[in-house]
């Protein structure tokens, strides 16, 4: 299903403090596409969020290369079903450019096991007109090579749409506490 084929609730960024760093200015759109980029490496999904991507969308990290609303949408209501906490230490915008490059500094903790994480990532948000095209989310500035990681990261992309739920609509959306 589309994004324009359901009902996706209002959009309610809520990581409007974004900093950049100096000489570094957005627009109102990039202002809005990365407080909803942060809100979602928060935990913090919605599908009003995920309607600023294109349906055919391109999320990469070490773990996975999810393609497609269904693939993507189930890595980030997924980080919801994997960790208790999310906490961001900082981040900052370097390049306004497309595409947009930004830090990002998160720890994470892993439910039921309470194992403690932190992740220091390098993002790129790649626009194709007004719509997320790809986000690559790069651990340690890089993602990893070879044809055994390239195969696991595809089969994780496959595997966690079968285990995570995706909202139909804003109400079940809000009914799960997002929005």
Known sequence: MSASDRDNGELKVEST???TAPGVELSEQQKTIVGSVLDLFAGRPSLAKLALWKDDGLFTDPLTIAQGR???EAQWYGLQTAFSEIERLGHEVKDNGNPIRMSL???YVVKGIGKEQKIDSE???TMDGDK???VADKWNGTLPEGTIAQAFRRLNAVTVPTMISVPKNA???AERGNQ
């Open 17 to 19: 403090n974004i900093k």
């Open 105 to 107: 500094s998160t720890r």
């Open 123 to 125: 993002i790129e948000i």
């Open 70 to 72: 269904k693939q993507y």
């Open 132 to 134: 997320i095209a790809k």
């Open 171 to 173: 109400k079940e959306d």
